[in-house]
Structures are given as C-alpha cells and as structure tokens.
C-alpha cells in the first residue's frame, strides 16, 4: 500500500480534476450548460453519487478534487465542504437532530460549539449536557433514550485533553447503537489521528487552520463514513452549504505541503514545549506529548504525531498590569485567534474566563493559562521571545 506522504501529493489530482496541468482547475461557476434535456435529467439523477457536474451549489471540478484529497485522507466515504469550521460542526450536527434529541458533548470543546447548542439548538428543545473529557466509558451512564449525537474534541481547546476515544466509541456504540458520534479533529489535522479508523462517524475540521495553513483562508470539512453519508451530504446541501471554488482551490494547495508544515511544526512545538517545562514560572505544559498533559497516554497509544499548538500554565495569576507586560511586546508571537498557519500565535486565559465552558471540577489550577500556536520561525527566536515574555513578570 502506498504512504500517506504519497496519498497527500497524489490525491485529487487525476486528469479529470487536472485537465493536463499538475494541480486541478479553478472552475467557477453557478450555471451548468447541458447539451439536451435527457443530459440535464442525468444530472439531476446523479446530482448526490458522482463527479458530474449538476449546478454550481454542489460544487465544480476544483472542489470534487478537494472532496476526493480530504475522504483519502480521512479515510472516509465522503467529504461535504462549508465555509468554515464553525459551519462545518453547526450543519453537520444539524443534518441529524430532531426536537426533543439531547446530544452528549466534552467538556473541552471549542468555545463556539458549545454556545451553538446552548443558544441555537436550545431554541429547537434538544439539550445537551457536557462531561468531562476523561470520562472514557463512564460515558454510558449519561447517555438517554433519546441521545442522538456524541461530540467529541481531541485534544480539547485551549486545556489540551486527549480523549479515550476508542473506550468512549466502544461504550456508546455497545448501550446505543444508532448514536451518531463526531469528532472535531482540527488539532491533528486529520494527519496525526485517524478518527474514522477508530469508529467516529463524522471527522470535522476548521480546515482555515492547517489544511489551507497560511492564515488567508477559511473553510469547514466533515469526512463521513457509509452509515452517515448520505444524510450528512444532502442535508447539507439542502442547508445551501458550499465554498467558492477558488478557497476550495487553496485548500488542496494546501494539502500538498501539509505533512511537512505539520512535522516542523510538531519538531518546533515539541522544542518549544520542553524548554518551557523547565522554566521556574511554569506550573505544568499542556502539550500532548508531554507526560504533564491530561490524557497523555491516549495520545501515545492513538496518535502518529503533535502539531504546533498547546497551552501552559504560569505558577502564579497575573494581574492585569503584569498580563499587558508579558503580552504586548513580543518579537514574534502576535496576539491573534484561530491558528495553524506558517507564524506563531498567543492568547491568555485567566480561570474566570474559562469556568463557564467547562464542566465543574476540571480546571485544577489558579495560574494564567497562556495558549501557543508554534509557528515555522526559527525555534530557537521563540524561545528568546518567550523567555524575554516571562522576565517581563519578573518571576
Ligand atoms: C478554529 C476552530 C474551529 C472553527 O473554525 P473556523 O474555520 O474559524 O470557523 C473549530 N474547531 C476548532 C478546534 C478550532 O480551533
């Protein structure tokens, strides 16, 4: 079988995608002309299982490539595009619910996700109770008789757990099995973990970060299995989900270069990563890879790799005098959300900002959290960036 390093240059790139050239063709369309009612009839039959081209809301040839990359690269069935990741995780949880459904979320999920169910979904009577990313197969005392989704996110954001996924998938699946479980797999970019490998449904990604990896872009992906396909596509569709075809466009681009970007980034992060653990002002490094982070055996036993973003923990809370110190005057970390592009990012979090999108008894420090994103620069300038940062609050 061929390596993946292969699949990521390889894929989407046949002759019908690429007309002769190396990448596929920036096709932009709405309209498509046929040349007889009985072509447009075979159009309109074949609109949701192939290739062909039907009317430009379900895509050209420039994004049947990118939906092609992105099912080999997850291994899926299937691949719908949105316009961000955000509208990637909203529209595929709502391809499935039904008023009166409960959805069963972690703890640690992106901020957004969260208020989605708490504020939209609220709306259409289905609840969601959140639990606590380590929850593994305790997972199957919460679920109900109408628990209709399971939404994972591993590592969380910002706190970094890796989740059990394989005990939480085998535990859902053995008390429910209709269950439909998704997996927001940003972080690894869907390189570093194979999430349908492992039984998820649905792998999401805010493809905005390292798929198009530039910070000049936004798109969503979900990659489906068989069981989930079909809904999850024609619902979508039906919800006017698309991307223009020139993002789409970027974000195979991308893809050509993911893997590499990625190993940098990971050998960048990782220096990064144990240089701060070491530092006197640093209470524990939520990195994955590094044994302090929660759920640090998951990650060994499930993951190929890291990526470049993690989190840390200073001993001490800064106030708000001593956060502007050590925030305002990097060199090279700017202060920025999103992440997963060539440069390095920063934010921080203090406790209070962090209770209410997480579920009680899980955040067990008092420190500032402060959130990297290690870009491609030289790892040995952010250090001195960081280490410039943490002299700032004198500790
Ligand atoms: C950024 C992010 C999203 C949202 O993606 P957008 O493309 O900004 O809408 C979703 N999940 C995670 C984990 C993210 O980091």
């Known amino acids: 079988m061929r390596k993946f390093e292969t699949t990521l240059i390889t894929s989407g790139r046949d002759q019908k995608y690429t007309y002769g050239a190396i990448n596929p063709i920036i096709q932009r369309t709405s309209s498509v002309v046929f040349n007889s009612i009985q072509q447009k009839q075979q159009a309109v039959n074949n609109h949701s299982t192939t290739d062909k081209l039907f009317y430009g809301r379900y895509g050209t040839i420039t994004h049947f490539s990118l939906r092609q990359s992105m099912t080999e690269l997850e291994n899926g069935v299937g691949c719908v595009l949105y316009p961000c990741g955000t509208a990637a995780i909203t529209h595929t949880i709502l391809s499935f619910v039904q008023p009166g459904d409960h959805i069963l979320m972690t703890g640690s999920a992106y901020e957004p996700t969260q208020k ?60 429910k099995s209709d269950i439909i479980i998704l997996l927001d797999n940003t972080w690894s970019a869907g390189v570093f973990f194979k999430a349908l490998d492992i039984g998820v449904d649905v792998s999401l990604q805010s493809g905005t970060k390292y798929i198009i990896g530039h910070s000049d872009g936004m798109i969503g992906t979900a990659v489906s299995n068989a069981r989930c396909w079909d809904q999850l596509q024609e619902q979508s569709y039906l919800m006017g989900q698309m991307v223009d075809a020139d993002t789409a466009y970027m974000a195979s681009r991308g893809l050509r270069t993911l893997y590499v970007r990625l190993k940098q980034h990971e050998e960048n992060g990782l220096h990064v990563a144990h240089w701060l653990a070491q530092h006197p002002a640093i209470e524990r490094v939520n990195h994955p890879a590094l044994s302090a982070c929660k759920g640090h055996k998951y990650f060994i036993r499930d993951f190929s790799g890291s990526s470049g973003l993690f989190s840390f923990i200073l001993k001490k809370r800064l106030n708000d005098l001593q956060l502007s110190n050590f925030i305002n005057h990097f060199k090279y970390f700017k202060i920025a959300y999103s992440w997963g592009g060539f440069e390095s990012l920063i934010l921080v979090n203090q406790i209070e900002e962090l209770r209410p999108i997480r579920p009680s008894g899980t955040l067990d420090f008092t420190g500032t959290l402060v959130r990297i994103h290690v870009g491609l620069e030289h790892p040995s300038d952010l250090i001195h960036d960081l280490s410039d940062a943490l002299n700032r609050i004198n500790v």
């Not at 305790?138 to 059990?164: A, F, K, W």
């Not at 394989?166 to 008390?175: L, M, T, W």
């Open 116 to 175: 989605f169910c708490r504020y939209v979904l609220k709306r259409m009577n289905i609840d969601t109770t959140w639990f606590d990313p380590l929850i593994g197969n305790n997972i199957s005392n919460l679920i109900r008789h109408n628990t209709r989704l399971v939404i994972l996110e591993s590592p969380g954001s910002i706190t970094m757990e890796v989740q059990n996924v394989p005990s939480i998938v085998q535990a859902v699946r053995k008390k």
